[in-house]
């Protein structure tokens, strides 16, 4: 197990970040992952890193916080500021997240505080955002075992975090010989993907499953499908997301029709929201609707005048390695790479040709929405099929009962 954690924590400094000697290095962790942050210090001060700083977060103290401090106590309170991230993004550090499923009962706290603490995580780091966004800083969320985590995902097993961790391992191909070797060939893989999407020509998209998903969305005509490995301007080539088994690029604003069915339970700041359905109308949310989690969804829309469009369309295998685990994760970061998603909130300059570096308002104009969130949700299925017409008018089928069609 030790072996398998010092991999992980190099797989994660080297592969992902591409952590450069001397660089400073930021990491967000839950407060039950300080034996892992241990082993990770280890690694990174081997590698020449001098200047490391933990923000561990408690989930139990968030709760605490939210269920007895106002609006504006929230607003006073350090917890939520991360403010922290901006003087790092100053120094050009690297920032590594490390996810879990947040356990605790959130069922007392209203949802719109909710959602005004979502949007003061992103607004009290706006220019480590805005340089994240353009891979101007080396970053990365990566996953990482607790305790409560892994009881909610292994109720019946005697030794749940082992099996959790297992896991992760297993997924993020810790437990062969040489990972970042394996995330290389992978990259390759992706890349195809991308080259032959790219030279498609696609205008717009049409999505349809038994779930009852109807939608149809366009593409701008300068966007560009980006897949596993994202170059800096210094010529690094990251994994942000480990795993990464998405295709991803920004949809065109105001042309989103139809209606979505959630295929995965959604986390957002620790609160659950299970079989929910979009219906978009002209690009926007016009009506929505959960078996549990609505307040928390309107919420979620309600953020910002751009968080009710799409900023993400990605395109996930059916048969990739975290949906043939057959395992329901309970957090974005693993569950969305299981499955086709989109995303609500900010689109991404990088997935247009000529968009890098613009201002907001501009990017606005070009076609690209603009948004302070980013909260993405599943929606593939074993039986999605998504037809993609061309500029000519050819249509052509881009993913044929889960899988893409390449």
């Known amino acids: 197990m030790k072996e398998n954690l010092r991999k992980y924590a190099y797989l994660l400094l080297e592969g992902c970040l591409k952590l450069k000697a001397g660089q400073p290095l930021l990491v967000l962790a839950p407060l039950e992952a300080y034996s892992f942050a241990r082993i990770l210090a280890e690694e990174a001060y081997m590698m020449g890193v001098k200047d490391i700083y933990f923000d561990f977060e408690d989930e139990v103290l968030k709760r605490q916080q939210l269920e007895n401090l106002s609006f504006e106590e929230i607003d006073k309170s350090s917890?939520?500021?991360?403010?922290?991230?901006?003087?790092?993004?100053?120094?050009?550090?690297?920032?590594?997240?490390?996810?879990?499923?947040?356990?605790?009962?959130l069922s007392r706290v209203s949802p719109e505080l909710l959602g005004y603490v979502g949007k003061r995580y992103v607004t009290t780091r706006k220019y480590y955002k805005e340089r994240q966004k353009e891979y101007q800083v080396s970053w990365c969320f990566a996953a990482v075992a607790t305790s409560s985590w892994a009881k909610k995902m292994f109720p019946n097993s005697e030794n749940p975090e082992e099996e959790l961790w297992n896991a992760i391992f297993?997924?993020?191909?810790?437990?062969?010989?040489?990972?970042?070797?394996?995330?290389?060939?992978?990259?390759?893989?992706?890349?195809?993907?991308?080259?032959?999407?790219?030279?498609?020509?696609?205008?717009?998209?049409?999505?349809?499953?038994?779930?009852?998903?109807?939608?149809?969305?366009?593409?701008?005509?300068?966007?560009?499908?980006?897949?596993?490995?994202?170059?800096?301007?210094?010529?690094?080539?990251?994994?942000?997301?480990?795993?990464?088994?998405?295709?991803?690029?920004?949809?065109?604003?105001?042309?989103?029709?139809?209606?979505?069915?959630?295929?995965?339970?959604?986390?957002?700041?620790?609160?659950?929201?299970?079989?929910?359905?979009?219906?978009?109308?002209?690009?926007?949310?016009?009506?929505?609707?959960?078996?549990k989690g609505l307040e928390i969804l309107k919420q979620i829309i309600k953020t910002d005048e751009g968080a009710c469009e799409l900023g993400e369309v990605a395109l996930v295998n059916y048969d990739s390695p975290i949906s043939k685990s057959g395992l329901i994760f309970y957090e974005t970061l693993y569950d969305e790479n299981a499955a086709c998603h989109f995303a609500l909130g900010a689109s991404f300059p990088k997935c247009m040709r000529g968009a890098s570096g613009k201002a907001p308002e501009e990017l606005q104009k070009l076609g690209l929405n603009?948004?302070?969130?980013?909260?993405?949700?599943?929606?593939?299925?074993?039986?999605?099929?998504?037809?993609?017409v061309k500029k000519d008018g050819k249509k052509v089928l881009i993913m044929k009962n889960g899988n893409i069609v390449f």
Not at 79 to 96: H, R, S, T, V
Request: net charge negative; proline share 4%; hydrophobic share 40%.
């Open 79 to 105: 917890f939520w500021n991360k403010a922290i991230f901006d003087e790092y993004a100053k120094k050009d550090a690297a920032f590594l997240t490390l996810c879990n499923f947040e356990n605790e009962d």
């Open 370 to 388: 603009q948004s302070a969130t980013h909260v993405d949700f599943m929606v593939g299925t074993e039986d999605l099929n998504i037809t993609g």
């Open 170 to 291: 297993k997924i993020c191909l810790v437990d062969r010989e040489n990972p970042i070797t394996e995330w290389e060939f992978k990259k390759q893989r992706s890349q195809e993907y991308t080259t032959w999407l790219n030279s498609l020509g696609i205008k717009s998209l049409h999505y349809k499953n038994k779930l009852g998903t109807d939608f149809q969305i366009e593409l701008p005509e300068e966007h560009i499908w980006v897949g596993l490995g994202n170059k800096m301007p210094d010529g690094r080539n990251i994994i942000v997301n480990m795993p990464g088994e998405e295709i991803f690029t920004s949809p065109l604003v105001g042309t989103a029709e139809g209606i979505l069915y959630s295929s995965k339970p959604l986390v957002y700041n620790g609160a659950l929201i299970e079989d929910f359905a979009l219906i978009f109308k002209n690009g926007k949310v016009v009506d929505l609707k959960a078996k």
